[in-house]
């Protein structure tokens, strides 16, 4: 069986300080893992992934994450961040033994960032 | 490039009433397709997901049903709606095969039951 865990409910980051928000999976193959960000009233928007090769993954706005296959954990990462960064993050994996067709959420981090 | 729909933005429907969401998706073909409920703006929870024309796979029995009569549309229903059926109703979309593409959401629709 696969999960996905984001132990924070909120985090609060001032701005221009790095911001990291936590993400721990469990599969039984290979993950597949990814990023989502959500505004308010707003649908999920793709940030990054996570599917074989280098540990520290890049995607949008500045946003990075990093793979421990030791730990289990796929944290975001931004190194500087920013107010309009204040969303609804969500990590989410797909066990590549499991259904291509299903993913699962985790339940969501608020991130705060105060100016 | 690819674009999703989802119409209505917002509903509100008084208990007892019917329900049908559309959502549609553009500039790909045979994607597969997912309906997503979300509580008070944190967790998802998976409704229904689908492969193909006419193949709907349900994850959690309850009120509503989907229907995917085209290859790029999706539908979710209800006969009668009931107050616990408010919410947040995220379609999404991604290309079929291994999975390791990433699925993208429709704008959602807010559906209030009075």
């Known amino acids: 069986a696969q999960s996905v865990a984001q132990p924070e409910d909120q985090v609060n980051v001032a701005e221009g300080n790095p911001l990291t928000v936590k993400c721990t999976y469990s599969?039984?193959?290979?993950?597949?893992l990814f990023w989502y960000v959500q505004y308010p009233n707003r649908g999920l928007q793709f940030l990054l992934k996570?599917?074989?090769?280098?540990?520290l993954v890049k995607g949008s706005y500045g946003f990075e994450a990093e793979f421990n296959k030791s730990q289990t954990s796929f944290h975001l990462k931004k190194p500087s961040a920013l107010v309009s960064d204040s969303a609804l993050y969500f990590c989410a994996v797909r066990d590549t033994y499991s259904s291509a067709s299903k993913i699962i959420f985790g339940s969501g981090t608020r991130l705060s960032i105060r100016p | 490039s690819q674009t999703i729909h989802q119409w209505p933005a917002t509903l509100v429907q008084p208990v007892g009433s019917p329900l049908s969401l559309e959502c549609t998706v553009e500039g790909t073909s045979n994607p597969n397709l997912y309906w997503y409920r979300q509580a008070a703006g944190r967790g998802l929870q998976l409704l229904f997901y689908?492969?193909?024309?006419?193949?709907i796979s349900s994850e959690v029995p309850q009120n509503l049903s989907a229907s995917r009569p085209q290859d790029r549309q999706f539908i979710l229903s209800s006969k009668k709606l009931l107050l616990s059926d408010s919410g947040f109703y995220l379609c999404a979309w991604s290309s079929g095969g291994s999975g390791a593409q990433p699925q993208h959401f429709g704008d959602g629709t807010r559906l209030s039951i009075l």
């Open positions: 599969v039984s193959g290979n993950p597949y």
């Open positions: 689908s492969v193909g024309i006419g193949q």
């Open positions: 996570y599917i074989t090769g280098d540990n």
